[in-house]
């Protein structure tokens, strides 16, 4: 079994267990990654995604010894993407929880999740940089986005090693935990979120991607049209909660709840 899923409440954890090969992602992997995320996002009890590596490592990328023995990884333009996952639209929010190395396609599905949690001691890197192993799972499109052109571009082009540190100030890395706690710590806030009202949290989540390829004028039509249905499901029976006392003084309504 090269995935595993498991459930933490309302968490799925998808893992790569691979951590003989530092969980490098060969073909068969790839489809069974995709597979999981797929069925975890058609969950209707799971409210958020977390991915995550076993034996201390995120992921080295693909495996460049199955390639070289003749069994690459899927590279056609349709379907799923050579790393797996990295074409899929997923409806959840995702967190990648990055120990150790996070390089090459392994960057590339770290870039994929909307955060990352990372141990202060992790890598991230286009190490395929130096085996002539473009970036084909969406690297040239979402680092960018996420830290910027030059930063990304500082990146791609050396293909340098980045310490957990460096990705925190550039904004790659959203939170840092101490070493193993990573996959713990994003649970934790996997949790936190998936605890939100989902319709409101899904809709806000697709306008922001979705006004990634818009004009200003379609994403705020857009925008509008979501959040209008969010609200009609969700809206004003949060306003009557609220009225009637809960979540007041920064603390969630479900705390307040819990004390009644």
Known sequence: ????????????????????????????????????IRDADADPGVGAIVLAGAGGTFCAGADLRAIAAGDPNRTE????GPMGPTRIETSKPTIAAVEGYAVAGGLELAAWCDLRVAA???????????????????????????VGLGRALDMILTGRAVSAEEAERIGLVDRLCDPGQARDAAVALAAS?????????????ASVYGALD???????????????????????????????????????????????
């Open 193 to 205: 979120i998936a605890a939100h009202p989902a319709a409101c949290l899904r809709a806000d989540r």
């Open 214 to 260: 818009r004009s200003t004028a379609d994403a705020l039509r857009a925008e509008l049209a979501g959040g209008l249905a969010a609200l009609a499901a969700e809206g004003i029976h949060g306003a009557t909660r609220f009225t009637n006392g809960e979540g007041r003084g920064g603390r969630p309504p479900l705390e307040r709840n819990e004390e009644r």
């Open 77 to 80: 333009p349709d379907g799923d």
């Open 1 to 36: 079994m090269t995935v595993a899923v498991c459930r933490d409440g309302a968490v799925a954890v998808v893992s790569i267990e691979r951590p003989d090969v530092r969980n490098a992602v060969d073909r068969a992997t790839a489809e069974r990654l995709a597979d999981a």
């Open 120 to 146: 202060r001691d992790a890598t991230f890197g286009v190490f395929c940089r130096r085996w002539g192993v473009p970036l084909i799972d969406g690297g040239t499109i979402r680092l960018p986005r996420i």
